[in-house]
């Protein structure tokens, strides 16, 4: 059973363009949902976080948006630049001792 | 400087051999995990260690076998039972494993190939 749904699968942006990620999850005793950022032949590393008392979450040029009653939260990445090429992973998690559930990636390219 | 070190990078397993990743961190965290990722399947958990000689097995633990007999060591061994081994396996750590969201840090990985 999949517990969070990520999509698309592969992205293509122009340079300057906006990239939108979606996750859907199932579990609503999630309370933490962080996005990774991972580039190819390295371990992802933490890009932003978000709890689901806030709608909206942003860091320089990545916005998290959550929809608690629809279950998705989204990752936005404004102005995209070609270093931001990446696969980023959504994921999940509840208070107690459960690891992160992580959907299964987004390899998005950002040409010129 | 602080981190994960995973080695090796590269590894090739005969058929029939046990091979064991290894997986040290000097960021005094409690937390350890292993994931295998393979393409287009995302991250998935094989094992995970909240504090020294105790573990937990993830959602696809059968074939592999770990220890964490020291705080900053959690090897992981592919038996010659896991059928199909190849992938890149992912190391990570975390601070406070119960009761939070902390944040994972990653080692490089290494990618293990069947001969």
């Known amino acids: 059973q999949q517990q969070v749904k990520q999509s698309p699968q592969s992205l293509i942006v122009q340079k300057g363009g906006i990239s939108i990620i979606n996750c859907a999850y199932e579990n609503t005793a999630f309370d933490y949902f962080p996005w990774y950022q991972q580039f190819p032949g390295k371990g992802p590393a933490l890009l932003i976080a978000i709890r689901p008392d806030v709608s909206e979450k942003k860091e320089g040029r990545f916005t998290i948006s959550f929809n608690k009653s629809a279950k998705q939260f989204s990752l936005h990445i404004m102005d995209s630049q070609p270093g931001d090429s990446a696969t980023y992973f959504c994921a999940a998690s509840f208070s107690g001792n459960t690891p992160l559930v992580f959907g299964k990636g987004t390899r998005l390219s950002v040409i010129a | 400087d602080g981190g994960i070190t995973q080695s090796p990078k590269y590894l090739f397993r005969k058929e029939g051999q046990n091979v064991t990743l290894s997986c040290e961190q000097n960021?005094?965290?409690?937390?350890m995990y292993w994931y295998r990722q393979d393409p287009g399947q995302g991250l998935r958990l094989i094992y995970y260690?909240?504090?020294?000689?105790?573990?937990q097995k993830g959602d696809i633990a059968e074939g592999y076998s770990v220890s964490r007999e020291k705080k900053e060591s959690f090897p992981l061994t592919v038996t010659s039972a896991q059928k199909n081994p190849t992938a890149f396996y992912l190391c990570?750590?975390?601070?406070?494993?119960?009761?939070?969201?902390?944040?994972?840090?990653f080692g490089s990985g290494t990618q293990l190939s069947v001969l």
């Open positions: 990570a750590s975390s601070g406070r494993p119960r009761g939070s969201n902390e944040k994972l840090f």
């Open positions: 960021l005094n965290h409690d937390a």
């Open positions: 260690s909240q504090i020294v000689n105790d573990f």
